[in-house]
């Protein structure tokens, strides 16, 4: 063999091996892809609808796709048993309690089928386990829903529409408030005393705020109260004093009330004497009679002083009240000669 | 015998056709190209062995052909992203275009632009060598020099051309890629990772056998038919231009008649 022969040999074998490290790369890289050449587990679930879903889609848990469609049969009555092959390292994180729901990788994309939910306390998923399946949303069923919003949307903007053309004509009360001067006048007035009073608001609730603080400061009334033992016991003792006095107050007041009552009851003196009409105009009428009876007693008693029987009584007992007169006289003269010889 | 021989005004002394003249020529050709194919599948499995004609003709249809396939196969790449971009831009979903160029290039335009420029290269090539080695009577001479010429000329070439489209293939399946990569990567800054990351996520395996199963068809229909062409050519230097000419048609219409085949077979294969 020549070496031109030779040179051309080489050239094609190195033109045939890039190929076929091409090709085997693709294949390599296609079955690292889609988890062929990893151990597997086969978990299953019953939809009711597989909404398209195809041999070989992904099947996603926590948005990571841990495995492919094996296989999709009919099954039952009128369900499809969906096969998927797992990897072995996620199976410790799928639980029997997980759901299957199948899912979209885009809006116009394949379909695939997401694992999710799961607690901790249920076990792992083994080979072969059947986990539950989500049914997923129908694509009619989707937009019968938006069909239905729509037409409320429809008659939403409608009425919105009747509502502005009202409001812009100044009918209503809201309508009135938008078109009317005056009403804007006074509208803005009020929202100008409704600053002025927020600004009070703040103001007092900023002196609010002092008092507060100053109530809280070391010397204050009611850090004294919260945090000094001696006044507190002296509060509470003064409390437990007005407390008993209240008590007494309490008591006196029955006892006032018991009185009362008593008073106003006609079967005593005391109650005769206060409440009784009769008896009081009775005693009124026997006053009346006593003051009638003292006068005529008084004209009576000058009469006998005139009386010659009883005149020489009368003038003895005026000489002897002289005469006391006179010696109270003397003894009222003779006390400051004694107090000031002392 | 002529099939001319019925020639108009003389009066037919028998029936010269089974059906009629263009069918009976067709049915004839049908049959020498069946018995071409049979001789070419009885004489590959026989020794001798040309090997080192074999090496050669894959130097030929092989290497010679790669820089012409890979610059083709790069701008393709490109073009082909840059003119799908908008359909996918009308809805949003540029980020789809390496999965549709994946597609598009591993199932169908890899084999089928590589084929396309081998038949006119590699087809037109045999056909005129062997013609002109026809009509030169070159073959002739090997005959009576005790030199199998099918099967050094028709087998090894056929050979060459049936390895060698395949991986001509592979490249410009890769190269093709690249292209739209770069295309990809200077529209919407994807990376190589994610680019190649999703164009396997749009391939099965299935779509890469059916590639190679087309692509390995490719290459032997191309041989064949160059080959026939030259081997069968006469009427001197007109038949050489004559047999290079239908060898590149020929191959041309054949493989897309051989994609369309393949396509639905494939297409019910992954339908199972």
């Known amino acids: 063999m020549s070496s031109a022969d030779n040179k051309r040999t080489i050239i094609v074998g190195i033109f045939v091996f890039l190929a076929i490290v091409i090709l085997v790369a693709g294949i390599f890289t296609l079955a690292g892809q889609q988890k062929r050449l990893i151990s597997t587990i086969s978990v299953i679930a019953i939809f009711d609808d597989v909404a398209g879903l195809k041999k070989g889609n992904n099947v996603w848990f926590s948005g990571v796709k841990i495995g492919t469609i094996k296989s999709i049969d009919l099954y039952g009555d009128a369900q499809v048993k969906v096969t998927m092959n797992i990897e072995e390292s996620a199976q410790q994180y799928i639980r029997e309690n997980s759901?299957?729901?199948?899912?979209?990788?885009?809006?116009?994309?394949?379909?695939?089928?997401?694992?999710?939910?799961?607690?901790?306390?249920?076990?792992?998923?083994?080979?072969?386990?059947?986990?539950?399946?989500i049914n997923p949303l129908n694509t009619d069923d989707l937009m019968e829903t938006l069909q239905k919003n729509n037409k409320n949307l429809v008659a939403i903007t409608d009425d919105f529409k009747v509502l502005t053309s009202r409001l812009v004509e100044g009918?209503?009360?809201?309508?009135?408030?938008?078109?009317?001067?005056?009403?804007?006048?006074?509208?803005?007035?009020?929202?100008?005393?409704?600053?002025?009073?927020?600004?009070?608001?703040?103001?007092?609730?900023n002196e609010l705020s002092r008092f507060t603080s100053k109530l809280n400061s070391p010397n204050g009334l009611a850090n004294n109260i919260a945090t000094d033992t001696v006044v507190y016991s002296r509060l509470r003792s003064s409390m437990a004093e007005l407390n008993e006095a209240t008590k007494a107050a309490a008591s006196?007041?029955?006892?006032?009330?018991?009185?009362?009552?008593?008073?106003?009851?006609?079967?005593?003196?005391?109650?005769?004497?206060?409440?009784?009409?009769?008896?009081?105009?009775?005693?009124?009428?026997?006053?009346?009679?006593?003051?009638?009876?003292?006068?005529?007693?008084?004209?009576?008693?000058?009469?006998?002083?005139?009386?010659?029987?009883?005149?020489?009584?009368?003038?003895?007992?005026?000489?002897?009240?002289?005469k006391q007169q006179e010696q109270l006289k003397e003894l009222l003269e003779s006390q400051p000669d004694t107090t000031n010889r002392q | 015998m002529d099939l001319d021989d019925n020639k108009p005004g003389t009066a037919p002394t028998r029936r010269r056709f089974v059906t009629t003249r263009r069918l009976d020529r067709m049915f004839v050709e049908l049959a020498s190209v069946y018995r071409f194919i049979a001789r070419f599948f009885k004489e590959v499995w026989f020794p001798p062995y040309e090997f080192k004609e074999i090496i050669k003709q894959c130097y030929e249809i092989g290497v010679r052909s790669l820089p012409l396939i890979s610059l083709t196969g790069f701008i393709i790449g490109i073009v082909f992203t840059n003119q799908s971009r908008p359909s996918l831009a009308g809805f949003g979903a540029t980020a789809l275009l390496p999965a549709l160029i994946s597609v598009a290039i591993v199932r169908a335009m890899g084999p089928l632009v590589t084929a396309l420029i081998a038949a006119g290269r590699v087809g037109s090539n045999i056909g005129a060598e062997l013609g002109s080695m026809r009509v030169t009577e070159q073959i002739d001479a090997m005959e009576v020099s005790a030199t199998n010429p099918f099967k050094f000329l028709v087998v090894s070439r056929v050979l060459a051309s049936?390895?060698?489209?395949?991986?001509?293939?592979?490249?410009?399946?890769?190269?093709?890629?690249?292209?739209?990569?770069?295309?990809?990567?200077?529209?919407?800054?994807?990376?190589?990772?994610?680019?190649?990351?999703?164009?396997?996520?749009?391939?099965?395996?299935?779509?890469?056998?059916?590639?190679?199963?087309k692509s390995v068809i490719f290459g032997f229909t191309i041989g064949m038919v160059g080959c026939y062409k030259g081997y069968n050519s006469s009427k001197g230097t007109e038949g050489v231009g004559k047999a290079a000419n239908s060898s590149v048609v020929t191959a041309m219409f054949l493989i897309f008649i051989e994609e369309l085949l393949i396509m639905q077979i494939i297409n019910a294969i992954r339908a199972v």
């Open chain 1, 99 to 133: 759901v299957a729901r199948i899912s979209s990788e885009s809006f116009i994309g394949n379909k695939n089928i997401v694992i999710e939910g799961g607690t901790q306390s249920a076990a792992a998923i083994e080979d072969g386990d059947v986990i539950t399946a």
């Open chain 1, 171 to 205: 009918e209503g009360t809201i309508g009135a408030i938008l078109t009317d001067t005056v009403m804007a006048d006074n509208f803005r007035t009020m929202v100008a005393n409704l600053q002025q009073t927020s600004r009070r608001t703040v103001a007092a609730s």
């Open chain 1, 252 to 322: 006196m007041m029955e006892t006032l009330e018991t009185t009362s009552k008593r008073l106003n009851n006609q079967n005593n003196a005391a109650g005769v004497l206060l409440s009784d009409e009769q008896f009081a105009r009775q005693l009124q009428r026997t006053m009346q009679n006593l003051e009638t009876s003292s006068q005529k007693f008084d004209q009576n008693m000058e009469a006998l002083q005139s009386n010659i029987l009883f005149r020489g009584f009368f003038r003895k007992q005026a000489k002897e009240q002289e």
């Open chain 2, 162 to 213: 049936t390895f060698m489209i395949p991986a001509l293939t592979m490249y410009t399946t890769f190269v093709s890629l690249l292209g739209g990569y770069l295309n990809v990567h200077q529209n919407e800054l994807t990376t190589l990772t994610t680019f190649f990351y999703q164009v396997f996520d749009a391939i099965t395996f299935l779509d890469i056998i059916a590639s190679s199963v």
